[in-house]
Structure formats: C-alpha cells, structure tokens
C-alpha cells in the first residue's frame, strides 16, 4: 500500500468521524432532545468504541491465519470475563488472563 493512500484513508477516516459529531450532533442537539430526528446520535456514538473494542478481541482471541480457532487464547479471554464479571481491578483481569493463557499452553506444548 502507498502511503498516499494510507493517508487518503487517515484524512477520510477523521472526516467521516469530525463529520459525525460535530454536523450530526448539531442537528440532535437543535432539534430538542426529545423530538430530534438524530436524538440517539451521542448515545450511539457513545457506543461505538466499546463495539470496535470487542471485535478487536474476538477477532484476536478466535482466529488464527484464516481460519477459526479455539485455543488457550479463548480460556484466557474466559478468566478476563470472570474477573470483569466479579468486578477485579484492571491489571487483575490482564495478569490472570495472561497466566490463564499461559498455563494452557505450557501444559499442551509438553
């Protein structure tokens, strides 16, 4: 890939984003926010992180080359959801996600 088309898709990507949140917004905000055709925009947007964030970890944790897997990585991804789930700190969740993960995979290696 160029790098003119990777910045061609930067520049676009911002638009689109700016785009959305300042004109879209805009017109939830102007209609009222009870009545506003666009009155789920900031809540929506508000969403969109999260969903991008959750595709990023399956894809991560169930695919490998091109094709679907399920490994060590899923039971990792498991404790991660138990540990959120129980409400554990941050850096509980990654620790035991990561020692979940690892521990799999050094008792299937040997």
Same mark, same amino acid.
């Not at 003119?4 to 939830?28: P, Y």
């Given at each position: 890939?160029? &790098?003119?088309?990777? @910045? #061609?898709?930067?520049?676009?990507?911002? !638009?689109?984003?700016?785009?959305?949140? =300042? =004109?879209?917004?805009?017109?939830?905000?102007?209609? !009222?926010? +009870?009545?506003?055709?666009?009155? &789920?925009?900031?809540?929506?947007?508000?969403? @969109?992180?999260?969903?991008?964030?959750?595709?990023? @970890?399956? #894809? +991560?944790?169930?695919?490998?080359?091109?094709?679907?897997? @399920?490994?060590?990585?899923?039971? !990792?991804?498991?404790? !991660?959801?138990?540990? =959120? &789930?129980?409400?554990?700190?941050? =850096?509980?969740? #990654?620790?035991?996600?990561?020692?979940?993960?690892?521990?799999?995979?050094? +008792?299937?290696?040997?």
């Amino acid at each position: 890939m160029s &790098w003119t088309a990777i @910045i #061609v898709l930067v520049v676009g990507s911002f !638009g689109f984003k700016l785009f959305g949140h =300042v =004109v879209l917004a805009r017109f939830a905000v102007d209609e !009222g926010a +009870q009545t506003g055709v666009l009155r &789920w925009f900031p809540e929506l947007a508000g969403l @969109i992180p999260a969903a991008l964030f959750a595709a990023l @970890i399956a #894809v +991560q944790t169930f695919s490998l080359d091109e094709s679907l897997t @399920i490994d060590a990585r899923a039971a !990792g991804l498991a404790a !991660g959801v138990i540990a =959120v &789930w129980r409400r554990a700190p941050f =850096v509980v969740v #990654v620790i035991l996600a990561m020692t979940v993960t690892a521990a799999i995979r050094w +008792q299937t290696s040997g």
